[in-house]
């Protein structure tokens, strides 16, 4: 006889901690995040992958956890903006306050944990670059001119050395 609702257990590093939790096999990243660690800050705006409002890093790349399951994140590292206390979160989130570069806050933690993933692997970006990173992030309200600037802005001030 088949399992009706067949579980996997995820063990996993997210904000510098352990986790380990069973969770139903179909459960999105964003399911585990949400409902059974209650980090709220991973947003579900479209829940197809394009809006980036659920952006976390995993292993430092950034993915849109509402298109990954959540045993895909078996033995990963995972980073939400509740981890952003590093030199460079720091440096990053300045930036964006310093610019304008958020308004309602939605979009905050997709652009800001795509800005870091861009600087750490790009530590002065072109315009061309940053919009190439952050394409999978969308923002209602800024226009994203501003978004820009404080990437620019955060580049500048990062010393990766």
Do not use: W
């Amino acid at each position: 006889m088949s399992q009706q609702n067949p579980t996997t257990t995820v063990t996993a590093t997210i904000n510098d901690s352990e986790i380990d939790a069973t969770v139903p096999s179909r459960y999105l990243l964003s399911d585990l995040l949400r409902r059974e660690l209650d980090i709220t800050s991973v947003k579900r705006g479209c829940e197809t992958g394009k809006c980036g409002a659920c952006t976390v890093l995993m292993d430092g790349d950034p993915v849109k956890s509402c298109s990954v399951l959540a045993a895909q994140a078996d033995g990963t590292g995972i980073e939400t903006i509740e981890g952003l206390d590093d030199e460079l979160g720091e440096i990053i989130k300045n930036a964006y306050s310093r610019n304008h570069g958020l308004q309602c806050g939605f979009c905050t933690s997709g652009f800001l944990l795509s800005t870091k993933s861009l600087l750490e692997d790009v530590s002065d970006p072109s315009r061309d670059e940053i919009r190439e990173r952050l394409q999978g992030n969308i923002c209602r309200c800024t226009g994203y001119t501003r978004i820009i600037e404080a990437v620019e802005d955060a580049a500048v001030r990062y010393d990766p050395e």
